[in-house]
Each structure stands twice: as C-alpha cells, then as structure tokens.
C-alpha cells in the first residue's frame, strides 16, 4: 500500500484527506502579531463587517514561547499508585480514557480560566454566519505560563499550512519537539499512557526510549497531498491544513489552543456551534467539546470537533492511547461525555484523529 493513497479521512463526513494544493509561504504565513486584518494573501468569504478580534496583549505575546533550548523543566508529578492501570482499565478502552480524564490536573475551569460565547447553532450545509462575534470572548494570561501550555505554544508556528508543501525542520524546531515531548512526559497522563502501553508490549518499559517513541509518532513527516515530508500527525491534528479538491477547505485543525491563537490574530473567524445530535444538548459557556463551524482565513471548515479546556498532555495521551490500542471507532466516555475519538491510520502513522460528540 503506498503512502499517500493507503489514508482516506472521512473527518468531514465523507471527504478526502489526502488532496494536493499549491502556494503558500511559510513566512508570509506567520504574520507579526500586530497584524490582525484578514490579508494573509487569502480572499476573505465573508457576509458581514470585519470583526474585531480579541488581542493578546504584547508582553503575553511575546513571552507565551519558551526558547527551545531552554531545558529547565517541572517536576515530576508525585501520584504514586494513580498512575497505574487497574485490571478494569485494562480490559476496558473506555475506562482507561476516562481515567486519563480524571488525571488531567491542567485542565482549565471554564467561566474562570477562559470564557465562551457559543453564539447560535446550525446544520452542517448552512453557509450563514451564526455568530456575532468570537467563539473565545478572554482567556488568562496564567495559562501562558503553565509549562505544557508554553512548550506546546511554541510549536504553532513551525508548520507550512499548504497540505502539498514540503516541510523543512530546523534544528531548532526539532529542540522545540524534543522539549514539547519532555515537559508532558513529566505529567500524570502521559505516565499513565506509558504505564497501559508498556503492560501490553506495545512501546518500550524504558521511559527514555517511550519519549523517542512519542516524539516520532507526533513530529516524523509523511507524505500528504501528494508530496513527501509534507505532513505530520501533529501539524494535521492540533495545527491543521488546507486542502484542495474543486475548492480550498480546512483539512485536520481540531486544537482548541490553535483556534484561541489564530482568532486572536483575526485569522479565524468562528461561524457558530453546528446542532447536537439530541435536541435539548445546547451547548453553553461550560461545554468542553464543541462542534463547530469555521473559516480560516476564508477557507471553511463546514464541520470540526474539538474539546476546549483540556491540557495539550491530555490530548497527546488520549489520542494516542486510541490509536495504539482502538480501531477506527472508538466509544468512550469521558466525565460527562459520550464520544467517539476517529481514529485513522497511515500506515502506522496517525494520518487524523479527533472527538466526535456522541450526545
């Protein structure tokens, strides 16, 4: 089966994922911050003025990425027996991604730590913007600072969002990966994912080579789009890309983080929460999994899902966790929520993976 034909995504109900686009210019891509205008070279679809979007303040800005050869790192997490996987945990996919849950100790509170405006909802075909203004109305500057947070801040900009452009990653960039994978590794998910994953033979018992492991999972590049080394799990996943079939869309982008930076620099522009499957399920300033409907700078996203809150170590174990041990569908709860984490593999890559809300 060759690369960039044995992956069929179907994340936005039906649709391809590996689709080539030309174009793009990673430094005309990554803007300075003061430049919120929606200009990046992208023609705007829009039906209503610009908004003003929420800024980030310049020295929140600036300080939110760590230098990627900065090695001081957070302690240890000290949970002792927590951190290891019950009999029930081990037969059971769904109670070890609820446990993962429970272990997200970074995990945000809503209406303190950030605030939402869901706006008004839509079916998945409606074109119109349902909102009035932006998905994320504040978010504290604390969580700049939060060690997972601020490495994976750092990571954002490294990537060329034409689906069909060949990235090429600097050795700072690889400091930056390498930094990302041993701040979480310090955290109680991603020791609990080791724990399961090791009990079953499925990665390494040595924690030093379980880090390698993760690092290629997430950052090793693939071809997309029809170019080699065009692609990561990482960069589909929590960053995203555009795609061409007829016309440009948003392919991957289910970050919750991402969609918080790139609002802020008025270069998404949030259309409104897509209608749960159960009427009466609205969602509301609380909700920690959204369905949503978005255009990235002009480029619609007509259905994306994505948790809002959780901790970047949190979505690097369940992920992976489903990927390692489920199948294309896996059904899980997690606190309050059903879900379905889609999981599609290329090869034994992650090709995509993302929440579908079950409710």
Known sequence: MTQDNSLTVHEEYGKDEDVEQQGYNKNHWNKEENEVANNDGWETVGRKPQRQPHKIQKDQWHGYKRPASEQEYSDEVEIGDSIEPSEEELADLSQACNKLWELDLNRLVPGKD???DCGEGKKVYQKEDMAQGSLFSRLSEDIFRRPTFSRFFSLLDNYNPDQG?????????????AAFIEEISRTAPIKY???YLSSKGVVPENYQDFKRRMTSLWFDLYGRGGTSGSSSAFEHVFVGEIKQRGEQEVSGFHNWLQFYLEEAKGR?????YIFPRQ???TPDYETQLLTVQFEWNGVLKSVSSMFVGVSP????????????????????????Y???IKCYRLGDRI???FPIAEC
């Open 114 to 116: 950030y605030e939402i």
């Open 165 to 177: 452009h060949k990235e090429v990653v600097t050795s700072e960039e690889r400091q930056e990966q």
């Open 193 to 195: 994912l080791h724990k």
């Open 268 to 272: 998404v522009d949030y259309q409104g």
């Open 279 to 281: 009427r009466g399920q």
């Open 313 to 336: 170590e949190f979505e690097v174990a369940l992920y992976a966790l489903c990927f390692y041990m489920g199948g294309e569908d896996n059904y899980i709860q997690l606190g309050p």
């Open 338 to 340: 059903p879900v379905n």
């Open 351 to 353: 090709g995509s993976v």
